[in-house]
Nanobody, 116 residues
Framework: VQLQASGGGLVQAGGSLRLSCAAS????????MRWYRQAPGKQRELVAS???????DYVDSVKGRFTISRDNAKMSMYLQMNNLKPEDTAVYYC???????????WGQGTQVTVSS
């Protein structure tokens, strides 16, 4: 399985970005998909997750601002980020878990920079 993240960029505080993650390969048994982020000098942090059935969860700091979604037919995942803050600046990684082989996969990361 390969994951390709895209959509990062530079945006002013209060702006919006939409991240995408496209999965390819043997994707039929992927279930939970997640977005993580890692800011400079900090540990990687789980931002949002979505099950194959569409159940979502978010870290408190992004609730009400970020929305995770997925298109199972296209095997893609998205993160709509609104009202961005400078503290959202990080490299964002997509992650997927294969429940059949009990293995997780990572995308290459996409940089999000929010200026104040």
């Amino acid at each position: 399985v390969q994951l390709q993240a895209s959509g990062g960029g530079l945006v002013q505080a209060g702006g919006s970005l939409r991240l995408s993650c496209a999965a390819s390969g043997s994707t039929f048994s992927l279930n939970v998909m997640r977005w993580y982020r890692q800011a400079p000098g900090k540990q990687r942090e789980l931002v949002a997750s979505i099950s194959s059935g569409g159940i979502t969860d978010y870290v408190d700091s992004v609730k009400g601002r970020f929305t995770i979604s997925r298109d199972n037919a296209k095997m893609s995942m998205y993160l709509q980020m609104n009202n961005l803050k400078p503290e959202d600046t990080a490299v964002y990684y997509c992650n997927a878990f294969d429940g059949r082989v009990l293995r997780q996969y990572w995308g290459q990361g996409t940089q999000v920079t929010v200026s104040s």
